[in-house]
Every structure is written in C-alpha cells, then in structure tokens.
C-alpha cells in the first residue's frame, strides 16, 4: 500500500470519530508502525513517502532523522523559515504479564472517556502527538504558514542520538516551535540539558562452583517506573538497585552467584522491573526464601505511598554452567547501589524545580559481563560533568577493569529568554484561542531544544505541549481533548509568524 493509502485506512480506525481528524489520522497510523529507539527506519520511510506524495521535498539521513520542506502559504509565502521539531521513537514499556514484540507488532488503541491509551503497552504520545501536529501542518492546503521546516529526530530517548548527528547545516531557519511537551496548561519556555553515560563490568566469568545446585530466578515487580525527568522527584523505588539490595543482602550470609542481571525499558525511563539468576547451596534454600520475604516486607513499608504494589520474589530458574565470579557479582551490585540515583538538587532560581537529577536505567547482559545506563538532567551543564566525575572515581574505586563512558549527545540546556518574540506571540494565541493567559514554565526536564539553539543557532525556541499521563510505562495515555483545543492554538500560532 502506498502512504496515502496507509492513511486512508484510519477512516475506520480506532480514532476515526476524534477530532481533529487531520491530527488523528496520522496519530493513528505512526502507533502501527513499530518505532521504538533504534527501530525508526520504517517509521521514517513512511514519512518521507507521504510528504514526497504531497509534492514536498523530504529526505533521512542514515540514522532515520527526517527533514521536510514546505513553502509557506496563505500570504506568509516570503516570511522567515520556521523549524517544527519532534522526535520519532517512543518508550517500548509493557505492563507485568504482558508478551508483546515492539519491533514487529502495532499497538492496540483504546479510548477510554477523554484518553486514548495502549492495551498492554506504553503509548508514543510522547512524542507521536506533536508528530501528528508536524504531519497535519505539511499536509495542510489553507493553514497560512511561513516556510516550514520539519525535523523528526530518531533515538531521542536513547541519548538525543540522532539529533546529535543531524546534519543542521541544512537548517535556514532561526526560530522552531517543537511539539515535545506534556501540557496544554502553559508553553514551555526553558529547560534543562542531559547527558547519558554507561558503565561497563567485566563479569570474569567461571564455571558455576559444583557446590551451588540451586538456581532461582529473583525478581524484582509491580513498580510504578515512570519518566526519569516528570517522576524523578517522586520517591518512586528503582528497581534496579532493589535487585542489588536483594543481591547484597543474600551475599552477606551464604554463598551465591549471579547470572543474567536485567532490567528496565530504557535510560529515559525509571525501571519498573529487574532480575538475575542466582545460584546457592541447596542447603540454605530456606534461609535465601526468608531473606528475600523478609525484605519484601521492608520495601512494601518504605514504598506503601510511591510503589505500593512493589515486590521482591523467587522463581524456578534453570542453573547456569556460567556465572558472575564472586568478585564480579559484588562489584556490578555495588556500583548499581552506590550511583546516585533519583533528584541531586533541587534549583534555587526556580522554586519547586528539581536542577540536576539521575537515573539509572538499565542493566543488560554483554558478552563481557553487564552494561549499566544512565542519564544526568541538569540545568547547569557544570553539575552533569561534576556529577559523571564523581561515578568515575566510583568506577575507580571499584576496579575490576570497570570503565565509564559518555553515550550519545551530551546535551546543552536551553535558558529561557523573557524577550522571546515567539514566547510573546504564543502567549497572545494562547490568550486568543483558549481564553486565559498561558503559565510560562522553565523545566527540568531535557529536550532538544538547547542542541538547537547551539548547533544551527536557533535564536528563538518555545516548546507547545498536550495533556499526556504516565509517559514511559504501560499507562501511558494522552486527553483527546486537549488535542482538541491545541490544534486551534498551533494553528494560530503559525498563521501569526509573518
């Protein structure tokens, strides 16, 4: 099927009878392609296919960041370029229980009163909603506009990778609208930078001693996880380092081994889950059951308000012939326990605002032994570099061949600017259209919108958002209502650049 026949099918979708209708359609047809981070080429393909069937220029570059080009209209025909910015790929997060292939299947829609949410699975609103807006904009005949230029980055969950080598020299504009925020209750005007780092441990493998016969698959659920940058501040429990405190716990009274350590979605996401294979001697079997229950009575009482679901547990697992030496074991648990982890510190020019925070995302195997990932958002460029110094003398102290390393983008904040002329002409659209004056936020959250502002240089940046929930877990969802009255407000917004 050609892309416009793609987007015809939503005429009897899920979301057919939502307004707008032009958002909606190509929202419903980007969560049936598979684009989780690293996975956007199909994603990408079919963009470039439907703006090229609407006579617009479009290409992507080798890593799936799409770039199109639109002449203005409606009288704007001569204004200057505006750059429109979103982001490709989503979080891949599964309910507990739930078998579902992100890289092959479509999600399954819902809407639910005023939200639209996934079965089973995270959503892509973030960010296929302000994709949807971009789409409906190049596809627009009576929408006036000033020159367009649309950017949709690839693996911006993933470390901004693919904004950080989108080639920008193709960029004339000066000032971008991105789509990438959570709210329709204010524009965001302002936010933090970040920068994701990995640690990587050698695992010294061994043969699993003949001694430990037993094998348990330990397994840490039922957390809530969340968004690294939205949730941070919410005491939620990181499964990750309730694994190494389990692991830690069991290694100071018997004998044990590990195998297989994994856990969570993503770096951008608080991990909502986490295991390892443990080895031990059958004979202590019943002292690791009471060890493990008695610290799931511990974490439901320190978590009973921010994970209240949350547990620790053993299952059957098969003995490994491999494992973690000791050594190794220890060491992987101990640097998962002592990186920082959740809100560093809290910013004094802006009450309420976290400035500089982690969050340890993941573990997974390697060939080596294991991989741990992790993001810094800060406001301050200088407190991310102080914070990675200080896992790096960490990772010295830990030995064992244990190397820290910068991944991805290290991605620069972007100050707000009160004088902004598009922040002015926004906040009078805003007034306009829906009635009120708009709150103006600087967030601690990271965007791409400091790479911007530093790399093209876009000298005038806002960010309009729309009401999503739960962004990068199961629960995600997004107010079909608020796109509702967002739409009117982008719209109004373009036509006003001239």
Known sequence: MTATEILETTNSGVLKDLEPREVFRFFEVITSIPRGSGNEEQVANWIVDFARSCGLEAMKDDLHCVLVRKPGQGGLENAAPLILHGHLDMVCEKAEGVEFDFLNQPLSLVVDGEYISATGTSLGADNGIGVSY?????????????????????????????????????????????????????????????????????????????????????????????????????????????????????????EVRIANPLGGAQNSAIPADASAVIVFNDMDADSVEALIAELDIELKSEYQISDPAIRVE????????????????????????????????????????????????????????????STVTSALTSRKHE???????????????????????????????????????????????????PNVEVSQCSLELGMFSRRV??????????ELQALHSSAERVNHKSVERVWPLIKTVVSRLG
């Open 134 to 254: 971009i789409l409906a904009l190049l596809e627009s005949k009576d929408i006036p506009h000033p020159p367009l230029e649309a950017v949709l980055t690839a693996m911006e969950e993933k470390g901004k990778v693919g904004a950080g080598q989108f080639d920008v020299s193709q960029l004339s504009g000066r000032r971008m609208i991105d789509f990438n925020w959570i709210t329709d209750a204010e524009i965001l005007a302002g936010c933090s930078g970040d920068v994701t780092f990995t640690v990587d441990v050698p695992g010294e493998f061994e043969s699993t001693p003949d001694a430990l016969t037993s094998a348990r698959s330990l397994e840490v659920r039922g957390l809530n996880g969340g968004h690294c940058e939205f949730d941070i501040q919410l005491e939620r429990a990181n499964a990750l380092q309730v694994l190494a405190r389990a692991i830690h716990r069991l290694a100071g009274a018997h």
């Open 314 to 373: 053993l299952k059957d697992a098969r003995r490994p012939d491999v494992a973690f030496s000791r050594a190794a074991g220890l060491r992987l648990m101990s640097i998962l326990r002592l990186i920082p982890q959740g809100v560093i510190s809290w910013n004094l020019h802006v009450p309420g605002r976290v400035e500089t925070s982690n969050n340890v995302g993941t573990v997974r195997p390697t060939p080596e032994g294991a991989r741990v990932m």
């Open 387 to 437: 914070l990675i110094e200080r896992v790096q003398a960490l990772v010295a102290l830990a030995g064992g061949g244990v190397v820290c390393e910068l991944y991805g983008l290290d991605a620069p904040e972007f100050p707000y600017r009160p004088q902004s002329q598009l922040l002015a002409t926004a906040s009078e659209a805003y007034r306009d259209v829906l009635g009120k004056e």
């Open 457 to 466: 240089p876009v000298t005038d940046i806002i960010s309009i958002g729309t």
